[in-house]
């Protein structure tokens, strides 16, 4: 079993609509948290990064964490045509700052 | 500001001959940095990490080595390449937060 698991779509989307982008991991000592993003043929860019538990909301996007359900999303509404990219979650235990990536979530917003 | 660069931007080599990738980082010190290969649809795979001059950490066995000859410097090198080495090369800085930071890649295509 994979540390973290992450559906690689591809999901398609119309403009408009919201968007939710989900990983699961398995190990509970994870506490650091993020959603990178990345556009076709570029690096990823970090988008959300959220610590611990809870809820992390940035303009059209919000990261969720469920530390109990061990699972994390990312929401993002009034999803537009430039937000067509891999999505990527990470995460770590901290300290020593070793990131684990899931395989990323590709999406595409259609006008 | 920080930036990260990667150069060359692409690359085609042919199997056995030597491969020299170059990052460096601006705006910051000391920082920590890491070499990661993506293959293409699949998660970011770490294979070097570096938390200062001299001082390189390999996550997997392979084909290849890093070496990091100034504080802002991370060099990726092989002196045969492989057609497994076929891959998008990605060079990230943190400076012991929680999040990395990525430069804009290398893409390695190995005939």
């Known amino acids: 079993q994979k540390e973290v698991e992450q559906d690689p779509g591809p999901l398609s989307v119309p403009e408009g609509a919201i968007v939710s982008l989900n990983c699961t991991y398995s190990?509970?000592?994870?506490?650091?948290f993020m959603w990178y993003r990345q556009y076709s043929r570029k690096g990823p860019e970090l988008l959300m990064y959220?610590?611990?538990?809870g809820n992390k909301e940035d303009g059209r996007f919000t990261a969720q964490v469920d530390k109990s359900s061990k699972y994390i999303s990312l929401f993002i509404r009034d999803s537009q045509p430039s937000d067509s990219a891999t999505y990527l979650c990470?995460?770590?235990?901290?300290?020593?700052?070793?990131?684990?990536f899931g395989a990323g979530t590709r999406l595409a917003v259609h006008p | 500001s920080q930036t990260i660069h990667q150069w060359p931007a692409t690359l085609v080599q042919p199997v056995g001959s030597p491969l020299s990738l170059e990052c460096t980082v601006e705006?910051?010190?000391?920082?920590?940095l890491y070499w990661y290969r993506q293959a293409a649809g699949r998660g970011l795979q770490l294979l070097f990490y570096?938390?200062?001059?001299?001082?390189i950490s390999s996550e997997v066995p392979q084909n290849l080595s890093a070496s990091r000859p100034q504080d802002r410097q991370f060099i990726l090198s092989s002196k045969k390449l492989l057609l497994s080495d076929s891959g998008f090369y990605l060079c990230?800085?943190?400076?012991?937060?929680?999040?990395?930071?990525f430069g804009p890649g290398t893409r390695l295509l190995v005939l």
């Open positions: 990230a800085w943190d400076r012991g937060r929680e999040t990395q930071y």
């Open positions: 190990n509970s000592a994870f506490q650091y």
């Open positions: 959220t610590y611990s538990s």
């Open positions: 990470a995460m770590s235990v901290g300290g020593y700052n070793k990131l684990i």
């Open positions: 705006g910051t010190s000391n920082p920590n």
């Open positions: 570096s938390v200062g001059i001299g001082q």
